[in-house]
């Protein structure tokens, strides 16, 4: 028996998540008195370094071609049988949500998404996920023979990694029945970290009054070495790219510090945003329903609290 860690890559490179779904797997195999095993398909960097998190043995799939959710389900169910797997653990990305309910099936596994915690039993083995919009939480018991966990990412956090190496062996990729997807075009966003792993987010709304006073948020953002987000109707106006939309029916993010900043908070934005560690409202409005979502709140004009906060921060930043 084993637990088996799906490693999701970005053209080819492993990132903060990738290590952090391998840690969770290996603190659970170690609960459980076994071994962490990965997978990683069309992996550029050493799957090696894996082992600094605890995986002992790494199945290396490449040349899979462009993803394929069908292709990349059938790979990692046919590496967890070879491994003898009784769970598989996986990174709630956008490809992990694609690859988790196919993967299921195949393994013939229940799946649990939005894992917010390491497991608080393992006798039975009891997990910990988000809901009601991450208003709160529910105990799931897992009683089915073989399960798949997906954990929120960069919800968990990664441990300072050892300087262990895992073994990497090759793997077949399995196209078994798939059918045939073919990539025309990609459109990534350049220069900037992703929403879903930023330790730290400035965002902003109609607040901003035009898309020309964006200035404000950027400088912000660059003092704090934070991503930038805007809500829903910012991106749907067109005064910001839809990349940057976060909430409900945006990207859904868990920094550890969620600056807003002229968003009254409709209950939309705060279902993408909550999970926040800090949240930080800065609105003219004080009855602004975010106030109440809010660990530090300042009622005052954008245009003269955010310079003066930025100004702070380098000022902090030049004395350090």
Partial sequence: MSVLAYIETWEGKFKKTSFETAAYASHLAEALGTDAVAVVINASDDPAQLGQYGIKKVYRANDAGDFNNYVWANTIVASAKEAGAKGVVVSGTFGGKMIGGLAAVKFDASLITNISEKPTSVDPLVVRRSAFSSKGFVDYQVKAER????????????????DASAEVVDFAVVADNAPTVQVKDV??????????????????GRGLKDPSNWNLIEDLAEALGASTACSKPVSDMGWRPHSEHVGQTGIAINPNLYIAIGISGAIQHLAGVSASNKIVVINTDPEAPFFKAADYGIVGDAFDVVPKLTEAIKAHKANQ
């Fill in 147 to 162: 399960f798949i966990l997906s954990i929120i990412p960069n919800g968990i956090g990664v441990p300072a990694p050892n």
């Fill in 187 to 204: 459109d990534r966003v350049k220069g900037k970290i992703p929403l879903p792993e930023a330790e730290m987010v400035v965002s902003a």
